[in-house]
């Protein structure tokens, strides 16, 4: 059985074998592969950077490390979602056939850092895979032998400022093995794929002794990806691979991605059909093999079934990696090139501290072997435990490895302490401009440290690397800007070689004597600058602006041009149209260069709608990678501290308002505009409208004025009730490095909850509700919104919007509702007429983006007989009655999120008290109580009764709550049998009626074996499924999917009867790896004894260390 601990330990045999046997690459590229792709890395870097050219020797290094990067249990490690933010998460929609592997960190993530990958789980987990190690590799770990885990950045650059450069370029390979699994989909879609990846399968095929000739081609005109920071290599390439292709299981709409989206029609190719679309560059590329074309389908929304990405002739997987290698190579080789430069910085930091010629890695790493022994057992436990669910296995004691070799018992060791880091200031305060010495003790000698400053009055932190000395410590003058912010500082700094951090301490920044000062007015066309004395007046000031042509270009772009926005490389970042807490007046626009390099936007013009505003940029006005560039009203004074680049005149309006970016050829670049209000911003509280960070979405900043020229502040997350202010958050401490913005996946906008009728009279009081998942406010007026109903035969019916509100607040609500016959309390955003289709039984509605039916869907819901098409999946079964809606299941635990998982059926429930903007209390019949116990419990199964089974086979199950009130509806649970065979295919289930509860303290009987000629009498529902009389599991399961196995989530109870199989684990099994012939036998009582020929796989590298 699936939940015994023997089959588990099995199962990461398993996962081991294949990892060993050098089989199809089971979580990423294999070995070989990465080996192909980071020796192609290094050659297409040398050709770049022929002045930085890696010798034959470190690439050999790099290479190997990047070899390294798959030893179990890492790569689960290495998957990074940059839709929904997380590493891999086991979701069975996906990855149901396969065992629940838990939830793991993001690669990004993993890859910097060392407290994690120093963690005694994967201390434990090294000592488990070593025998992977030793055959894949043919050696030991270069550092530290089998216990090593720590391959971060941050040591790698250590390495490489200490001169160590063959460990630097080692410890790199592993960095760029973690890029080059970005550019595998499973890995950026959430899709394990454990056992069958066709990308991964084809790509297996090329190595260093068969390497893909093309790919030599492919790269030849491209160059390296540039960017300022690892993370941004990571976010740009997962966005690549997650918004382009498609994983084994995660094709279509239904796998919860909106991204990549084929044409409507197929291409066929040899008499087979394959869905396409348009790669950056405009050439056409195969998505995925249509086995049955029909001619009507939508190509978004086939079954799975019906999809794969296996072909005869491998069509779809060589244009994958086509395009994948080389996107692989370009990225790779950007991180190589940042790695150097950081290298090299970091190395002159050091050049002035003495170097300590004994200071040896092993032996400073010796006081760490104490503590990793004393968590051995018990992390080698969680190792098992989190990888695989369930109990801890409490088998290291039980399970040899050599039959000679006598059960090894580990004692605990005394913990070695030692002092932590601290730090100090000379003074407790520093004027403006000034200089603050901040001094590092007991830190790792010959390491570094990172110092972080954290900035009044938002929590802005300041990070920088330092060099520590062979004494452990380091002298920082840290130099305050003129215009530094006021307050009180916070200071700390961590030991990078250690994981430990010190204490915070503070220091005032004063404010620094008035001194006269200048401000900068925009150049002319010319360059020549225009300097104007701060003390002037609005008047003058507004004149002199006028006199030198800064609001009256040459030549004004057309605003009301019919165009659509490139964004791309400049963009509209954040806007103070209600001004600033000190005044009305102080408005201010800031404008972001998202791109990787300089941008000179000389001759650029910003306007706005009402003609107020007409800016055009001099010729010297840059913007570097990454910056910002603030534009001020009237004076320096409106974005409070922080300095102007250029001062305009012109005021924004709060309503009916637009801004527009054009470039020095009038193409437009960007835009924003209020329709009659704009998508975000809080006149009351003079909060901003910033853009988000990880889309280009609009929300309220989450700071009183905003954060002119710094990185935009997270917005405030909302879950629950409608109509109250969502709480703004504590800003973070960890700064988040600017992404290289790929094109991001569309916006996510759920409908969570339909009324169709109030009843007699009430024909017409019906409402949709709809919800943002999403951290952005949403101008649904520019989106733009549109709303179809279908009758009970699925005729479409496009309802014209009158907008009262246009903005969707983020994880907020927005109501919809016919102009007249609703009658709720709860206000709407925006009304349609009722005439024509109006919400019905049988019926469906779906919002879009075009008024032409079933066309750029963003979510629908169907209801009854609904036909096909108007649904997601499958309907909800019932049809809601009078004063019910069908609602969106909610998570009660632990973040309140709405369930969407593509299927209308298991998605909603019947809701007695509706809820517009959840207004009222939660008051769902049914919530979803994940992570909670539900009281529910079989306690009896008649199997065998007395004669004939017909009419008397039994279930009972009973509602342990001592409550008052607390009946569980059971509308959407299921109860499902499996009969001695043991085989889930065999697996039957029986859904539980509409409306169906369980009372407090009650028992809810089904009855089994019911038919016409032998009705079950005196139950609360019949099945005429039979019980086998020897053996069999009832499951009550709280939704109606069939379940995967006995560890489904979903499983509230289960009732095992008879002989039910169980298995234990046998006390002699043993698995003995050879090293030698290069294999393992393992063995167990009453079982032949099972060897495995291992296949070899040399290292290129030597043994350095």
């Not at 020796?39 to 040398?46: D, I, L, M, R, T």
């Not at 492919?218 to 160059?223: D, E, L, Y």
């Not at 007395?946 to 059971?970: F, L, M, T």
């Not at 069999?1032 to 006995?1046: E, H, P, Q, W, Y």
């Amino acid at each position: 059985m699936e939940n015994s601990k023997f089959v588990k330990f099995l199962i990461l045999i398993i996962i081991l074998g294949f990892f060993v046997f050098g089989a199809p690459p089971v979580l990423a590229y294999g070995v070989d592969t990465h080996a192909f792709l980071t020796s192609e890395a290094v050659n297409f870097y040398n050709r770049n950077f022929p002045n930085k050219i890696i010798s034959n020797e470190l690439k050999t290094y790099l290479i190997d490390g990047s070899r390294w990067g798959n030893r179990v249990p890492n790569p689960m490690n290495h998957f990074y979602d940059p839709i929904h933010s997380r590493g891999y998460n086991y979701t069975s929609k996906i990855d149901g056939y396969i065992p629940n592997l838990g939830n793991w960190q993001k690669s990004k993530d993993w890859a910097q850092n060392r407290v994690r990958q120093n963690h005694p789980f994967y201390k434990a987990s090294a000592i488990i895979g070593s025998v992977v190690n030793a055959i894949q590799e043919r050696k030991t770990n270069p550092l530290l032998g089998e216990t090593e885990t720590d391959f971060t950045w941050q040591r790698a650059l250590d390495f490489y400022a200490s001169g160590e450069k063959e460990k630097a370029f080692f410890a790199l390979g592993h960095i760029i093995h973690l890029i080059q699994d970005k550019s595998v989909p499973g890995h950026t879609r959430n899709d394990a794929n454990l056992f069958d990846s066709p990308y991964e399968f084809y790509a297996n095929r090329f190595n260093l002794l068969n390497p893909d000739k093309k790919l030599s081609e492919n790269i030849k005109n491209k160059k390296p990806i540039i960017l300022n920071n690892l993370n941004s290599y990571f976010e740009g390439l997962a966005r690549y691979s997650n918004n382009n292709f498609y994983s084994k299981d995660t094709i279509g709409i239904q796998s919860g991605y909106s991204l990549p989206k084929p044409e409507a029609y197929p291409k066929k190719i040899n008499g087979l059909y394959f869905a396409f679309r348009k790669d950056e560059f405009g050439e056409d590329y195969l998505l995925f093999l249509i086995k049955k074309y029909k001619g009507e389908e939508n190509l978004f929304s086939l079954n799975k079934e019906n999809t794969g990405l296996r072909d005869p002739q491998n069509l779809v997987m060589s244009g994958y990696w086509s395009r994948l290698s080389v996107k692989s190579i370009q990225y790779s080789a950007g991180v190589i090139n940042l790695f150097i430069e950081e290298g090299e910085k970091l190395k002159k930091e050091k050049q002035n501290i003495a170097q300590n010629p004994q200071n040896n890695f092993l032996g400073q790493a010796l006081g760490a072997v104490s503590s990793f022994i004393d968590f051995l057992i018990n992390s080698s436990q969680q190792a098992f435990s989190l990888m695989f669910g369930g109990d801890n296995l409490e088998l290291l004691d039980k399970v040899s490895l050599d039959k000679n070799e006598a059960d090894i018992s580990l004692r605990r060791n005394e913990t070695i302490s030692s002092l932590r880091p601290f730090i100090s200031v000379e003074k407790t305060y520093v004027e403006q401009g000034g200089t603050i010495k901040i001094r590092g003790q007991k830190f790792s000698p010959n390491k570094s440290a990172t110092l972080f400053v954290i900035e009044p009055p938002r929590g802005i932190i300041i990070q920088k690397t330092l060099a520590v000395d062979n004494k452990g410590e380091f002298i920082e003058n840290y130099i305050l800007s003129s215009s530094a912010f006021l307050g009180t500082y916070f200071v700390y700094a961590q030991d990078v070689f250690a994981g430990v951090s010190t204490d915070r301490i503070k220091f005032q920044v004063l404010e620094k004597p008035k001194e006269q000062t200048q401000i900068r007015e925009t150049e002319q066309e010319e360059g020549e600058s225009l300097v104007q004395e701060k003390n002037q007046t609005e008047e003058t000031i507004k004149e002199t602006i006028k006199e030198t042509g800064v609001q009256v270009p040459d030549k004004v772009c057309d605003f009301n041009v019919v165009q659509s926005p490139l964004r791309q490389k400049i963009i509209i970042n954040e806007v103070a149209w209600m001004g600033s807490t000190e005044s009305s007046s102080n408005e201010w626009i800031e404008i972001k260069n998202i791109s990787g390099a300089e941008i000179n936007i000389a001759g650029w013009q910003i306007l706005d709608k009402g003609g107020n505003i007409k800016i055009k940029f001099g010729s010297k006005d840059k913007i570097s990678a990454g910056g910002f560039y603030l534009l001020e009203r009237t004076d320096d004074n409106s974005a409070l501290n922080v300095k102007a680049d250029i001062i305009y005149a012109g005021a924004l309006s709060n309503e009916n308002e637009g801004l527009r970016l054009f470039d020095s050829q009038c193409s437009l670049i960007d835009e924003v505009s209020s329709n009659p209000k704009w998508p975000a911003g809080d006149a009351a509280s003079r909060r901003t409208m910033e853009r988000s960070r990880d889309n280009l979405n609009w929300h309220t900043s989450s700071f009183i004025d905003g954060t002119p020229k710094q990185e935009n502040s997270e917005p405030a997350p909302f879950f629950g009730g409608g109509g109250a202010a969502p709480a703004v958050p504590t800003p973070t401490l960890t700064p988040t490095p600017t992404p290289n913005i790929q094109p991001s996946e569309p916006l996510k906008i759920i409908i969570s909850e339909v009324q169709i009728t109030g009843g007699a009279g009430q024909a017409d009081n019906e409402f949709v509700e709809l919800y943002n998942p999403t951290s952005s406010a949403v101008d649904l007026s520019v989106l733009p919104l549109k709303l179809h109903i279908k009758n009970s035969r699925g005729t479409n019916n496009h309802k014209t919007l009158n907008f009262i509100n246009t903005s969707i607040p983020a994880y907020g609500y927005f109501l919809i509702g016919p102009a007249s016959g609703y009658t709720g309390s709860v206000s709407l955003d925006a009304t349609y007429s009722v005439s024509g289709n109006k919400l019905v039984n049988n019926g469906a509605v779906y919002i879009s983006t075009n008024v032409t039916a079933d066309t750029d869907v963003i979510d629908k819901v169907g209801w009854g007989s609904q036909p096909a098409g108007g649904f997601e999946t499958a309907p909800f079964p019932d049809n809601p009655g009078a004063n019910q809606s069908i609602h969106r299941k909610l998570h009660l635990e632990p973040n309140k999120r709405f369930i969407d998982n593509g299927n209308n059926a298991n998605d909603f429930e019947i809701q007695n008290c509706p809820s517009p903007k959840a207004q009222s209390k939660i008051c769902s019949s049914n919530p979803v109580l994940e992570n909670s116990a539900i009281p529910l419990k079989i306690v009896e199964v008649v199997f065998n009764p007395e004669g004939s089974d017909a009419g008397k086979e039994r279930v009972v199950i009973y509602n342990q709550n001592d409550e008052e009130e607390s009946a569980i509806n059971v509308s959407n649970y299921s109860i499902q049998y499996l009969s001695l065979s043991g085989d889930f295919n065999d697996l039957k289930k029986r859904n539980f009626k509409t409306g169906q509860k369980i009372p407090s303290k009650g028992f809810f009987k089904i009855g089994m074996s019911c038919s016409t000629a032998a009705p079950c009498q005196g139950v609360d529902l019949s099945w005429s499924q039979s019980l086998h009389n020897d053996a069999g599991a009832v499951f009550l399961v709280k939704n109606k999917d069939k379940i995967s196995g006995v560890n489904d989530s979903d499983i509230v109870d289960v009732y095992k009867y008879g002989n039910w199989p169980e298995i234990n684990i046998p006390s002699d099994f043993s698995a003995v790896y050879n090293p030698n012939n290069l294999t393992i036998n393992f063995t167990w009582s009453a079982n032949p004894q099972l060897t495995y020929q291992i296949k070899e796989h040399n290292s290129p590298a030597k043994i350095i260390f």
